[in-house]
């Protein structure tokens, strides 16, 4: 089951701190977002692995786009 | 009113496997800046003679006096590092903080001496004027332990005089008394001077046998007749008189206890005034705190160590402001004024130790579409908009309709700007709500727990903009200043660098500028340097916080002078509609 993982602001993606084919665990940063001079960090919604990785650093995001998807 | 506080809304979750494990690195952060904290602590406790010096002349030292004053847990210290005018000994040479003497809070405040017998030193006027301060506030009976050899009189132009000089606490102490708040005093060593006033303005003066009050000292008394000059001549005259004058100091027991009874007691060890000042603390006015409790005291059901984790000491990262106060207050309970409006900050109560108490705090992180609703662009916890600045209006108000005591979080970038924010009226209603604190008299306390930036500080129950702040905590994430310091170099340099830019000029030396102003931001801010300049009256361990707002509540609540029935309150019966 795959599952979206959402911009929940938008913003610039400042970091992302995994690459396709990693494992990550529930609560895990995974994207960081900077908006508003402050840094919004993503967290991975359950254990799974990344599928694909759909933003790069330094891209502007809109709220609900998908940054990620996480194969659970 | 059992149905309104005995089991209020959960707040908060436990930590999640995930986040306790990505934050590791921040818990050891916060802990250094910890570290460094406690460094400075050390260094002001043991400045001057050690207390084995002090000890075989037969003292004890305030820190051992202290100790044995106060009960154990309950000491809570303000203004150890305060030192604003540079002293190289680190300190202003008083000790004071809260805690409970014979099962009673009250303020108490000790001259270090360890340090110049206790001498008055630069910037200790204006701590005592922050311990008679809180003592007024909270309505606390103030404890001194006076020891005080007088005025360090090579520096006697940087606190004699002026209008917040060394002689102002004496009017504070006869302030106090009128307000019907009791000074009790244990009197040691030598008080010449300054130190005979300090120790002659309290209530009730508990004597050692060895101690002595008076106008003047020994050495004033023997040698006041200015002449112009000294020349050597003069020097062995001084010599041959000091070693001929044989007399007791004035003012020792036999003049004070015997003759003019100002010493209520005197008594023959150190320890007996101590125990002597616990007998009469444990008979002063206070109400049984079932009185006013709403609820039996509970801990927080998460550990308050959980904040090493919940807050991060970066200061770009937001974090969930409800799990900071789910570990703070009472069985992790609050009721929410307002939830939904004005979403950037949390107004509600709460319980500690079983007392009814108003929080406000700043939430953190992206705030939802559409909000400010006076702008096209989006809102962030942090800051302060409208609807934010209205709903502290009215809770602020509505507590001192209560007579709840406030406890104002402070994690806060500032007020929305822009012209938008003009037109949403954000200047009149942040003045607003200074005005609002200033006329809602009750005691407030304020934990900047991590940003303390722009007006905001002022305006969310900062010490700056309001008589009913009793004292200002910060933590190993507190920074306070104007604004961040890149924005302050942006705003010195931006037309510089255009300038320089037009002229084809390098930019490098301005962009040097730039960097050296935000350094020196940053190094202004830090815990250690915001607590000794006095911007925050003590720096608090985040396991250690809890301890003082229960402090706090207990103190406000012991014997307040104003009171609202439980069943007159209306603040809850709002919220519940």
């Given at each position: 089951?795959?599952?979206?993982?959402?911009?929940?602001?938008?913003?610039?993606?400042l970091s992302i701190k995994c690459a396709?084919?990693d494992?990550v665990?529930?609560?895990a940063e995974v994207v960081v977002?900077?908006?508003?001079?402050?840094?919004?960090p993503v967290f991975a919604?359950?254990?799974?692995?990344v599928?694909?990785?759909?933003?790069?650093e330094?891209?502007?995001?809109?709220?609900?786009?998908?940054?990620l998807?996480?194969?659970? | 009113?059992?149905?309104?506080?005995?089991?209020?809304?959960?707040?908060?979750?436990?930590?999640?496997?995930?986040?306790?494990?990505r934050?590791?690195?921040?818990?050891?952060?916060?802990?250094?800046?910890?570290?460094?904290?406690?460094?400075?602590?050390?260094?002001?406790?043991?400045?001057?003679?050690?207390?084995?010096?002090?000890?075989?002349?037969?003292?004890?030292?305030?820190?051992?006096?202290?100790?044995?004053?106060?009960?154990?847990?309950?000491?809570?210290?303000?203004?150890?590092?305060?030192?604003?005018?540079?002293?190289?000994?680190?300190?202003?040479?008083?000790?004071?903080?809260?805690?409970?003497?014979?099962?009673?809070?009250?303020?108490?405040?000790?001259?270090?001496?360890?340090?110049?017998?206790?001498?008055?030193?630069?910037?200790?006027?204006?701590?005592?004027?922050?311990?008679?301060?809180?003592?007024?506030?909270?309505?606390?009976?103030?404890?001194?332990?006076?020891?005080?050899?007088?005025?360090?009189?090579?520096?006697?132009?940087?606190?004699?005089?002026?209008?917040?000089?060394?002689?102002?606490?004496?009017?504070?102490?006869?302030?106090?008394?009128?307000?019907?708040?009791?000074?009790?005093?244990?009197?040691?060593?030598?008080?010449?001077?300054?130190?005979?006033?300090?120790?002659?303005?309290?209530?009730?003066?508990?004597?050692?046998?060895?101690?002595?009050?008076?106008?003047?000292?020994?050495?004033?008394?023997?040698?006041?007749?200015?002449?112009?000059?000294?020349?050597?001549?003069?020097?062995?005259?001084?010599?041959?008189?000091?070693?001929?004058?044989?007399?007791?100091?004035?003012?020792?027991?036999?003049?004070?206890?015997?003759?003019?009874?100002?010493?209520?007691?005197?008594?023959?060890?150190?320890?007996?005034?101590?125990?002597?000042?616990?007998?009469?603390?444990?008979?002063?006015?206070?109400?049984?705190?079932?009185?006013?409790?709403?609820?039996?005291?509970?801990?927080?059901?998460?550990?308050?160590?959980?904040?090493?984790?919940?807050?991060?000491?970066?200061?770009?990262?937001?974090?969930?402001?409800?799990?900071?106060?789910?570990?703070?207050?009472?069985?992790?309970?609050?009721?929410?004024?307002?939830?939904?409006?004005?979403?950037?900050?949390?107004?509600?109560?709460?319980?500690?130790?079983?007392?009814?108490?108003?929080?406000?705090?700043?939430?953190?992180?992206?705030?939802?579409?559409?909000?400010?609703?006076?702008?096209?662009?989006?809102?962030?916890?942090?800051?302060?908009?409208?609807?934010?600045?209205?709903?502290?209006?009215?809770?602020?108000?509505?507590?001192?309709?209560?007579?709840?005591?406030?406890?104002?979080?402070?994690?806060?970038?500032?007020?929305?700007?822009?012209?938008?924010?003009?037109?949403?009226?954000?200047?009149?209603?942040?003045?607003?709500?200074?005005?609002?604190?200033?006329?809602?008299?009750?005691?407030?306390?304020?934990?900047?727990?991590?940003?303390?930036?722009?007006?905001?500080?002022?305006?969310?129950?900062?010490?700056?903009?309001?008589?009913?702040?009793?004292?200002?905590?910060?933590?190993?994430?507190?920074?306070?200043?104007?604004?961040?310091?890149?924005?302050?170099?942006?705003?010195?340099?931006?037309?510089?660098?255009?300038?320089?830019?037009?002229?084809?000029?390098?930019?490098?030396?301005?962009?040097?500028?730039?960097?050296?102003?935000?350094?020196?931001?940053?190094?202004?801010?830090?815990?250690?340097?915001?607590?000794?300049?006095?911007?925050?009256?003590?720096?608090?361990?985040?396991?250690?916080?809890?301890?003082?707002?229960?402090?706090?509540?207990?103190?406000?609540?012991?014997?307040?002078?104003?009171?609202?029935?439980?069943?007159?309150?209306?603040?809850?019966?709002?919220?519940?509609?």
């Amino acid at each position: 089951m795959d599952q979206d993982m959402l911009a929940p602001l938008a913003g610039h993606v400042l970091s992302i701190k995994c690459a396709v084919g990693d494992t990550v665990e529930e609560d895990a940063e995974v994207v960081v977002i900077e908006a508003l001079k402050m840094e919004t960090p993503v967290f991975a919604p359950c254990d799974g692995t990344v599928k694909e990785i759909r933003v790069k650093e330094g891209d502007h995001v809109e709220e609900d786009d998908v940054l990620l998807v996480l194969g659970t | 009113m059992r149905r309104y506080f005995e089991k209020m809304d959960d707040l908060g979750r436990e930590l999640r496997a995930g986040e306790i494990k990505r934050t590791d690195d921040n818990v050891a952060a916060l802990k250094e800046v910890e570290k460094e904290v406690d460094a400075a602590v050390e260094r002001v406790k043991t400045t001057g003679f050690s207390t084995e010096k002090i000890n075989e002349r037969g003292q004890m030292t305030v820190w051992q006096r202290i100790e044995y004053l106060v009960e154990p847990g309950t000491w809570c210290p303000l203004h150890t590092l305060y030192n604003p005018l540079d002293n190289p000994e680190d300190t202003t040479n008083v000790i004071d903080g809260i805690g409970k003497i014979g099962g009673k809070w009250a303020v108490v405040i000790g001259f270090d001496n360890k340090v110049f017998a206790g001498a008055w030193m630069p910037g200790q006027p204006d701590n005592i004027l922050r311990v008679t301060h809180v003592s007024r506030r909270l309505n606390l009976p103030l404890v001194w332990l006076v020891n005080c050899s007088g005025a360090k009189l090579p520096d006697q132009e940087k606190f004699y005089a002026n209008r917040r000089g060394a002689g102002t606490p004496f009017y504070r102490h006869a302030e106090l008394e009128q307000l019907g708040i009791p000074i009790l005093a244990g009197i040691y060593g030598t008080n010449p001077a300054g130190g005979g006033y300090q120790g002659i303005s309290p209530t009730i003066l508990f004597a050692h046998k060895n101690c002595n009050i008076a106008v003047g000292g020994a050495g004033i008394v023997s040698g006041m007749a200015p002449k112009g000059h000294f020349d050597v001549e003069t020097a062995k005259g001084l010599i041959d008189k000091a070693k001929e004058f044989k007399d007791e100091p004035p003012g020792t027991v036999k003049t004070h206890y015997d003759e003019t009874g100002f010493f209520r007691y005197v008594f023959d060890e150190e320890t007996e005034v101590l125990d002597a000042l616990k007998e009469y603390m444990s008979e002063m006015p206070a109400y049984h705190p079932r009185f006013f409790r709403v609820a039996e005291p509970k801990p927080p059901r998460y550990p308050v160590d959980d904040l090493y984790r919940v807050v991060p000491l970066e200061p770009k990262r937001v974090y969930d402001f409800e799990q900071v106060l789910a570990r703070l207050v009472d069985d992790s309970e609050h009721t929410e004024f307002r939830p939904g409006y004005g979403p950037e900050v949390y107004t509600g109560l709460c319980k500690i130790d079983g007392f009814l108490v108003g929080v406000i705090g700043n939430r953190q992180g992206y705030l939802g579409k559409g909000y400010p609703e006076y702008a096209d662009y989006p809102g962030i916890g942090g800051k302060l908009y409208r609807q934010g600045l209205i709903k502290m209006n009215e809770f602020v108000t509505l507590c001192g309709r209560d007579r709840l005591p406030i406890v104002w979080i402070q994690d806060t970038s500032g007020i929305d700007v822009g012209e938008a924010a003009e037109k949403a009226e954000l200047l009149g209603l942040g003045q607003g709500l200074i005005y609002s604190i200033q006329q809602t008299d009750v005691p407030m306390l304020c934990l900047v727990l991590r940003k303390a930036s722009a007006a905001a500080h002022y305006l969310m129950g900062g010490p700056p903009a309001n008589r009913h702040n009793a004292f200002t905590l910060g933590t190993a994430a507190s920074e306070v200043y104007v604004m961040h310091g890149e924005t302050a170099a942006v705003a010195t340099y931006v037309r510089r660098l255009i300038k320089e830019d037009a002229a084809g000029r390098p930019l490098e030396p301005v962009v040097e500028q730039m960097n050296e102003l935000a350094q020196q931001y940053h190094d202004h801010s830090r815990p250690v340097y915001c607590a000794r300049y006095g911007m925050l009256d003590e720096v608090v361990k985040m396991s250690e916080l809890r301890n003082y707002l229960v402090a706090f509540a207990g103190a406000v609540y012991q014997n307040p002078t104003s009171i609202c029935p439980q069943n007159h309150m209306v603040l809850p019966r709002l919220i519940k509609g």
